[in-house]
Each structure stands twice: as C-alpha cells, then as structure tokens.
C-alpha cells in the first residue's frame, strides 16, 4: 500500500484541508474510515469540493454524534471492529485521513494508532502554529514512533511562527512540510495555489506516491 495517512495534534486542527492539499499535489484516492459527526459533519464531501476528485472511497465507519470514536459508537449501539475495515488497493496511492488523534479510542481497546499499524502507511502530523503547538507535536511524534510508524514530516496551520517551527525541526527530527494559513474564505483556487507553491517545496513526499 502506497501513499500517506493524515493524523492532527487535536481535533478540528485541519487534517481534512491538509489532505485536500496533498491531493492537489500528488497523484492519489482519499479514503476516511472513521467518520463520526456525520450529520453536521462530511470529510470525503469536502475533499470533493476542495479537489475536485470523485474518486475517493467513501466506505467505513459512519456515525452521528461529533465525539470521539467509541462515544460515538456506543451510543449508536455498536462496536467498532477494525478488522473490518479492508485495505485499500495496493496498486493505487491513497490519502487516508484519521479521525481526531493518534490515541483517540475507536473501541473498548484499541485507538486511531491500531488502525494506523494496521495500515502501515507513513505519518502527516498536522499540527497548530500557536502556543504549546511544540509539546502536543513532539508528544504525537514520540507515539507514532514507539509503534515503529514512520513519521513523514509536518504540517503547521495558522499564522506562521518560526520559533516553534524550528524547536519540531529540531526535536522532533523531522520537516515541517509546510506552514498553512487559516484561510478565509476557503475555496478550491486558494487552496491549490497554495498547495503547489508551499506544499513540501524539497518533494520528500514523493517516493510515497510513486
């Protein structure tokens, strides 16, 4: 299985426009397997009107309820099983997005990680820009490496900052791939202007779509 999966610092960080944007840059499917919130909510739908694409996989997990995963879940009556969540074509590349963080429960033992083991793809962290940005990325970094999940840099959203900026670089040991403006109003063309001027302008990404 090629490409990469889009995990946050937190929820509503901006996974969702970050995936659009790498989908913008690279060649590659979105998929969402958790998604809960659904009614107010739709992730796989704003990746079509940000793109364009309509050839995501709009499969997995669905529930109402904007909560964490296994509150969702409960509530509804059900189990999340991840075993039933199929992998996704190995021929083609994929952007798949996580729901909320790394340690975010899906069940009554398992979280988002399990899933992320399961899928064995490297790791987009987004990350905020604004204070205590560094101590929640290096935190979600140090998760995903004690899993042996490879970390494939950073994405920070909000009003740049180079001091946290560098102390990711740094300790973290890794690149911050962009730094993402919050931007208002969010339409199609702003963002693929951004994504091909400042999206990972060194192209590390690459190798995990070819």
């Given at each position: 299985m090629r490409g990469i999966f889009v995990t946050g610092t937190d929820t509503e960080i901006g996974k969702t426009v970050v995936s659009a944007a790498l989908l913008l840059r690279y060649p590659a499917r979105y998929w969402k397997p958790i998604q809960t919130g659904i009614e107010t909510d739709n992730d796989t739908a704003e990746i079509r009107r940000l793109t364009g694409l309509t050839n995501d996989r709009d499969e997995g997990v669905r529930l109402p309820n904007p909560v964490s995963p296994h509150l969702a879940a409960g509530r509804a009556g059900i189990r999340i099983d991840l075993?039933?969540?199929?992998?996704?074509?190995?021929?083609?590349?994929?952007?798949?997005?996580?729901?909320?963080?790394?340690?975010?429960?899906?069940?009554?033992?398992?979280?988002?990680?399990?899933?992320?083991?399961?899928?064995?793809?490297?790791?987009?962290?987004?990350?905020?820009?604004?204070l205590g940005t560094i101590n929640h990325t290096l935190l979600t970094m140090?998760?995903?490496?004690?899993?042996?999940?490879?970390?494939?840099?950073?994405?920070?959203?909000?009003?740049?900052?180079?001091?946290?900026?560098?102390?990711?670089?740094?300790?973290?040991?890794?690149?911050?791939?962009g730094e993402m403006p919050r931007f208002e109003p969010l339409t199609p063309a702003r963002l693929a202007e951004w994504a091909r001027a400042s999206l990972d302008p060194d192209s590390r990404l690459q190798e995990f779509f070819e």
């Open positions: 075993e039933t969540l199929t992998e996704c074509p190995s021929e083609e590349a994929w952007v798949v997005e996580g729901a909320g963080g790394v340690l975010v429960p899906v069940n009554e033992t398992q979280t988002m990680a399990n899933l992320m083991v399961r899928l064995d793809l490297p790791v987009i962290v987004v990350a905020r820009t604004t140090e998760a995903l490496r004690a899993r042996s999940l490879q970390v494939a840099g950073v994405v920070m959203v909000g009003e740049p900052d180079s001091d946290n900026r560098a102390a990711i670089e740094h300790y973290g040991k890794t690149a911050v791939l």
